[in-house]
């Protein structure tokens, strides 16, 4: 509804990110990670670095994982669909792929 789109439009305001709509299912927006995810990225994996154990710690298929793709396609959607889901889910694997 309105107030949906209105905040969305908020969101994207104080974000200073164009990208974030509602358009189809925001596969299109997150086709990259923004400069905020990557920084999140970077430090929860370097928590698995210091610290495996916890909780917030960043590896392959580690809760932390999961979480960050929920919250990033939460970021694009309030109730984000299990494509998107699943395709931050990978692109989080790819990040880490790519760091190893």
Do not use: C
């Not at 209105?6 to 990208?19: K, M, T």
């Not at 994996?45 to 909780?55: C, G, I, K, Q, V």
Request: proline share 4%; no cysteine.
């Amino acid at each position: 509804g309105p107030r949906k789109k209105r905040r969305a439009a908020v969101n994207a305001d104080l974000s200073g990110d164009s990208r974030v709509t509602e358009e189809g299912s925001g596969l299109a927006n997150a086709a990259h990670f923004s400069d905020a995810q990557k920084a999140v990225l970077e430090s929860q994996r370097a928590l698995w670095e210091r610290e495996p154990t916890h909780e917030d710690a960043l590896d392959l298929s580690s809760r932390a994982h999961e979480a960050l793709a929920r919250r990033f396609a939460s970021e694009i959607s309030e109730e984000p669909p299990t494509d998107l889901l699943k395709h931050y889910y990978s692109m989080i694997a790819n990040w880490l792929k790519r760091r190893s």
